[in-house]
């Protein structure tokens, strides 16, 4: 992730876990959403955040861990 905001929302999901947001696609964390709008996966360009749902199918939903 090379660029992001982060608000306060809560989740009922477990951190880790991708969600869909109004606003794109977001990451829950302990306390709050992070929302990458830059990624790189490794060994490829940058890209916007936007980009990835549609890239990979059973992103959102997913879990890091």
Do not use: M
Not at 10 to 18: F, K, L
């Amino acid at each position: 992730i090379l660029a992001a905001t982060a608000n306060q929302d809560s989740s009922a999901e477990p951190a880790g876990t991708i969600i869909q947001q109004s606003r794109g696609w977001g990451i829950v964390c302990r306390h709050g959403v992070l929302l990458p709008q830059v990624v790189q996966w490794a060994g490829k360009k940058p890209q916007s955040a936007d980009q990835i749902p549609g890239s990979y199918p059973g992103f959102i939903n997913s879990r890091l861990l």
